[in-house]
């Protein structure tokens, strides 16, 4: 019987462990000043074939959003359905927006159009780290190519995962 309670218990504990993950509330500013968009190219360690030990760290490209597209992309990243459960192993990035308030950087998204992987740093708080959802992946590149930056991203191979 102990065995059947203790069987339940991790059930349960592993369930909840599983369930789909979502930034806490606090930590996505509502409104935002600008929001700064920088596409890099990045091939770390762990992602480098072998023979080949130079580490790459490229800046393909670089834009402000407009106020509009600022609010919509606050927006997406607030809903519950931009996120799925999982996180690849590999810490690879290829998008990084920098949002602004009142002059300061309010928080920071890193995203990897490779492995979906998504993480979000608020000083002083707590940090997020997940997956984004197709849904999101495909904001992104309509996003992109609306800001022709699509094509600069795309020709490292690393759209893979928003594809």
Same mark, same amino acid.
């Given at each position: 019987?102990?065995? /059947? ?11 909840? %462990? ?5 930034? *806490? $509330? %606090? +930590?996505?500013?509502?409104?935002? *000043? !600008?929001? /700064? ?6 091939? &770390? ?12 760290? #490229?800046? +393909?490209?670089?834009?402000? +959003?407009? !106020?509009?597209? $600022? ?10 359905? $931009? @996120? !799925? =459960?999982?996180? %690849? ?13 009142? &002059?300061?950087? %309010?928080?920071?998204?890193?995203? !990897?159009? +490779? ?5 979000? @740093?608020?000083?002083?708080? *707590?940090?997020? =780290?997940?997956?984004?959802? #197709?849904?999101?992946?495909? @904001? ?5 190519? /609306?800001?022709?930056? @699509? ?8 759209? &893979?995962?928003? *594809?």
């Amino acid at each position: 019987m102990i065995r /059947r309670v203790l069987l339940f218990q991790l059930l349960i504990l592993l369930g909840t %462990a599983s369930a789909q993950k979502v930034p *806490d $509330s %606090a +930590l996505i500013p509502i409104t935002v *000043d !600008s929001i /700064r968009l920088r596409i890099e190219l990045n091939r &770390e360690k762990e992602m480098l074939s072998p023979g080949n030990e130079e580490e790459v760290h #490229k800046l +393909l490209g670089t834009t402000r +959003l407009d !106020s509009k597209t $600022s609010k919509q992309f606050i927006k997406r990243i607030s809903k519950k359905g $931009s @996120y !799925s =459960y999982g996180r %690849a192993l590999l810490t690879h990035h290829s998008l990084v927006f920098t949002c602004f308030s009142n &002059e300061k950087v %309010a928080l920071t998204v890193h995203i !990897s159009t +490779l492995t979906r992987n998504i993480s979000l @740093y608020k000083e002083g708080t *707590d940090s997020f =780290y997940g997956k984004i959802s #197709k849904k999101l992946g495909n @904001y992104l590149v309509k996003l992109l190519v /609306r800001l022709n930056l @699509y094509e600069q991203l795309h020709e490292t191979g690393d759209t &893979e995962g928003i *594809d």
